[in-house]
């Protein structure tokens, strides 16, 4: 998703600078992470499809292969639905695999892409070098990662670190969820607001429903098969005699959502796409499993889950390539578990334990996927991740005596253990199952 918005965004700027026009070649460099698993996570698919002018929120799933089946075989792209060029890409689309980062870039993350655009005679019009840095978000070289609406936005309840948002949720008698959500009406109305979680939480239900209903082998080259289809016709089968069957359901929703992931299907950043599973996951499991689940305890879960999220983006990472899968499963297991006691009506301390336990037995999680692809053990990894949150809110909720570890420290203990992580370990299919496990 963050290669296919950078790649959407070079596009517009040529177009801005009033240059697309001119543009005869389009040259694309990816380094470090985005080299090396970048065919296995789509890198180069999701490259033509920006140029293109397409976006990852409202592209039809179904019309992927064919515009990629006609770029490749015409060997002609469409810049921006605008510029017809050639784009061959054994020679435009390059693959550093020796180096981390675009020579020159002031911007320091493992994840950088950069495109050049040159004209009939071979000048140079335009470069522009970005980095993904994690569920779906890109910069500029040099540019600050949050986006300029958020940063000029004068929120009611600014926090910076959990013990901040605890206090001032405590000041003013909210719950973190009410904190949340009065923050995010400084941006938009309230039933935008409403309107813009419900719809999340409908892309994720249909991205469930289609993972449970779809059979067959992923993409890629590891002959992996579907499962989800098959472990929910037999969990019908055996019906609810089973006191552990939600558990079981909770498995197959989070297997459902990353397998539809690994087949390039429509998931949603949660916090990124190779975690898309946990939290769609937990909610259905919240749904189907909770009596008296209703739609407003789903927006309490994900406002709650929103606010976890932004501690862990503000003082650490959400990016397997900068500090392993800690950072993307173990976000998403904490996010989930801090959301689900929020759903369940538990206290702020309770939220705030929850999340701590589920960050907390994700510590050093690394990033090995296998062939680069995310399917072994990424796909397992987010059913783990799932069960791992439902039982960190239940310790969290059953019991009275407070905790030594706040969050706050186990988040940054997460961060510093991802940077003595080594790189090999963090997104780049180097080491670990990646290089233990014979790829046929």
């Not at 002609?76 to 435009?92: G, H, M, N, V, Y």
């Not at 005699?241 to 949603?268: H, I, K, Q, S, Y």
């Not at 420290?409 to 990646?434: C, F, H, N, P, W």
């Amino acid at each position: 998703m963050g290669p296919m918005r950078a790649a959407r965004r070079f596009a517009l700027e040529l177009e801005a600078a009033g240059v697309l026009g001119r543009v005869a070649e389009v040259r694309v460099e990816l380094y470090g992470s985005l080299a090396l698993t970048g065919r296995g996570h789509g890198t180069d698919r999701a490259v033509l499809l920006g140029l293109s002018g397409e976006e990852a929120a409202t592209i039809d799933p179904a019309t992927i292969e064919p515009k990629l089946v006609e770029i490749r075989s015409s060997g002609q792209l469409l810049l921006l639905r605008t510029r017809s060029i050639p784009f061959l890409e054994a020679k435009d689309l390059i693959f550093h695999r020796d180096q981390m980062i675009p020579p020159g870039a002031v911007t320091q993350h493992p994840n950088g892409v950069r495109f050049t655009a040159l004209d009939a005679t071979g000048n140079v019009l335009m470069t522009g070098t970005y980095f993904s840095i994690g569920g779906g978000f890109i910069v500029a070289d040099g540019e600050e990662a949050l986006p300029k609406t958020t940063a000029d936005a004068i929120l009611p309840y600014p926090f910076a670190s959990a013990a901040e948002l605890l206090a001032m949720a405590a000041e003013h008698g909210l719950a973190i969820w009410e904190l949340m959500l009065a923050n995010e009406c400084a941006l938009r109305s309230r039933e935008e607001v409403r309107y813009g979680v419900l719809h999340i939480w409908s892309v994720m239900q249909a991205c469930i429903e289609r993972g449970v209903v779809t059979e067959g082998i992923l993409p890629g080259g590891l002959s992996v098969r579907r499962r989800a289809m098959r472990l929910a016709e037999r969990l019908r089968q055996k019906g609810s005699v089973d006191p552990l069957a939600p558990l079981d359901w909770l498995t197959v929703f989070a297997m459902a959502v990353n397998e539809e992931n690994a087949a390039g299907g429509r998931v949603v950043t949660a916090p990124t796409n190779g975690a898309a599973g946990v939290i769609p996951a937990v909610g259905r499991y919240y749904r189907d499993f909770i009596p008296g689940a209703d739609e407003d305890g789903i927006l309490r879960y994900f406002l709650t889950s929103a606010a976890i999220g932004v501690l862990y983006k503000e003082n650490a990472s959400i990016s397997g390539a900068e500090v392993g899968c800690q950072g993307e499963v173990g976000v998403a297991c904490s996010m989930a578990a801090g959301g689900l006691a929020a759903a369940l009506g538990g206290t702020n301390d309770e939220v705030e334990h929850a999340a701590e336990i589920g960050m907390e037995h994700n510590l050093g999680m690394t990033c090995d996927p296998i062939g680069g692809l995310v399917q072994i053990p990424c796909i397992e990894r987010n059913a783990m991740g799932a069960v791992k949150a439902v039982q960190a809110c239940r310790i969290a909720m059953n019991e009275t005596e407070g905790h030594k570890v706040s969050l706050d420290q186990v988040i940054r203990t997460m961060y510093l253990t991802g940077l003595d992580m080594q790189s090999r370990y963090k997104e780049t299919s180097l080491a670990g199952l990646a290089l233990n496990v014979i790829e046929c």
